[in-house]
C-alpha cells in the first residue's frame, strides 16, 4: 500500500480566498489523483497530476478554479481558488498502490468548510 | 461511458445478521473489483477485492464477483454496530487510469 498524507487536515476558510492542499507520499508515484466529495456525495475526480506535465481535468473542473502542481514524484498540491460555500467538501489525494492488492488508496483528506 | 451503480440505501441490520451490498458495472471488459468502506468524516479504505468470478473470503467478509451478470456483492456475517457505514464499489477496466466508484451504500447496524 501508499502511505499518504495531507495537510491541512480541515479548513475554515471566507469567501472569496484561496486555499492550498499538500499532499505527501512516501515511494515515487506517476500520477496523483484529486477528488472531491461533497457532503452525502460519492467521490468525484477533479484531475489527475502528472510530473513534469500538465494536470488533465475532468469535465466541469477547470484549472483556474483547482491549479495543481505537482513538482517530483512524491508531492503535489491542489488549490481552491476564489472559493464560495458550494466549495465545501472533502478533497482527497489519491494514489495507485502495489503489493498484493493493486488499487487506489487514499489520504485523509482536508474538510474544507467556506463560509 | 463507464458506470458503477449502487442502491443509496440506507440498508439497515440488526446486530449479527448478514449484511448483503449489492454493485452492478457497466463495462464488460472490467476486470478488477475492490470494495472501500467509508466511515463519516473518514476517507475510503480498502477491504476487499476480487478478480475472477466466484466466491472470495476474508474474515467476516465476502466478495461475490459474476462477470457474466456484470454483478459485484459483498457480504458481511455477523454484522456489527462498527460496520457501520459508508461501501464503495469501485471497478478498474483496461485503458482507465482510475478506478471507477460507485455512490455507495450507506450501511447501518442497530445494537
Known amino acids: 500500500s501508499a502511505v499518504i498524507s495531507q495537510k491541512p487536515s480541515r479548513d475554515i476558510c471566507q469567501r472569496g480566498t484561496s486555499l492550498t492542499i499538500q499532499c505527501q507520499v512516501d515511494?515515487?508515484?506517476?500520477?496523483m489523483f484529486w477528488y472531491r466529495q461533497q457532503p452525502g456525495q460519492s467521490l468525484t475526480l477533479i484531475a489527475t497530476?502528472?510530473?513534469?506535465?500538465?494536470?488533465?481535468?475532468e469535465s466541469g473542473f477547470v484549472i483556474d478554479k483547482f491549479p495543481i502542481s505537482r513538482p517530483n514524484l512524491t508531492f503535489s498540491t491542489l488549490t481552491v481558488s476564489n472559493m464560495s460555500p458550494e466549495d465545501s467538501s472533502i478533497y482527497l489525494c489519491?494514489?495507485?498502490?502495489?503489493?498484493?492488492?493493486?488499487?487506489?488508496?487514499f489520504g485523509p483528506g482536508t474538510r474544507l468548510l467556506v463560509l | 461511458q463507464k458506470e458503477v451503480e449502487q442502491n443509496s440505501g440506507p440498508l439497515s441490520v440488526p446486530e449479527g445478521a448478514i449484511a448483503s451490498l449489492n454493485c452492478t458495472y457497466s463495462?464488460?471488459?472490467?476486470?478488477?473489483f475492490f470494495w472501500y468502506r467509508q466511515y463519516s468524516g473518514k476517507s475510503p479504505e480498502l477491504i476487499m477485492s476480487?478478480?475472477?468470478?466466484g466466491d472470495k473470503e476474508d474474515g467476516r467478509f465476502t466478495a461475490q464477483l459474476n462477470k457474466a451478470s456484470q454483478y459485484v456483492s459483498l457480504l458481511i456475517r455477523d454484522s456489527q454496530p462498527s460496520d457501520s457505514a459508508t461501501y464503495l464499489c469501485?471497478?478498474?477496466?483496461?485503458?482507465?487510469?482510475?478506478?471507477?466508484f460507485g455512490k455507495g451504500t450507506m450501511l447501518l447496524v442497530s445494537p
Open positions: 489519491s494514489v495507485w498502490g502495489r503489493g498484493n492488492q493493486e488499487t487506489q488508496y
Open positions: 476480487i478478480y475472477s468470478n
Open positions: 497530476a502528472n510530473q513534469g506535465s500538465e494536470a488533465t481535468y
Open positions: 469501485a471497478v478498474n477496466a483496461p485503458g482507465y487510469s482510475t478506478l471507477t
Open positions: 515511494s515515487q508515484v506517476t500520477m
Open positions: 463495462d464488460r471488459v472490467s476486470q478488477s
